[in-house]
């Protein structure tokens, strides 16, 4: 069964960057579209980033426009979230998602990967 798997989670000062990567393991499957998630304890999930494959187009928001980037090495079948200037508000796991072809919304998820930044 085809799943995500993400890495490159940590403890970080503020300030700092991390590169999350997230790739597919136990197979293959098309999607429209690549997402980072995150999730802060007692706060709902919201949507980091994302990147549409056909128009290339991302989207970020608010508090991280500027800071992440997300990318994708088609060759190494990865995608990746770059983050820089990092604070404590980002604190959180963060999740690795896929909006397989013919869904209206993300429906494929990983099992997320902690992201701590300390002041």
Not at 75 to 96: G, I
């Amino acid at each position: 069964q085809v799943r995500l798997v993400e890495s490159g989670g940590g403890l970080v000062q503020s300030g700092d960057s991390l590169r999350l990567s997230c790739t597919a393991s136990g197979g293959t499957f098309a999607s429209s579209a690549m997402g980072w998630f995150r999730q802060a304890p007692g706060k709902e999930r919201e949507l980091v980033a994302q990147l549409v494959w056909s128009s290339g187009s991302t989207y970020y928001r608010d508090s991280v426009k500027g800071r992440f980037t997300v990318s994708r090495d088609n060759a190494k079948n990865m995608v990746y979230l770059q983050m820089n200037s990092l604070k404590p508000e980002d604190t959180a796991v963060y999740y690795c998602a896929a909006r397989r072809v013919g869904e209206s919304w993300f429906d494929l998820w990983g099992q997320g990967t902690q992201v701590t930044v300390s002041s």
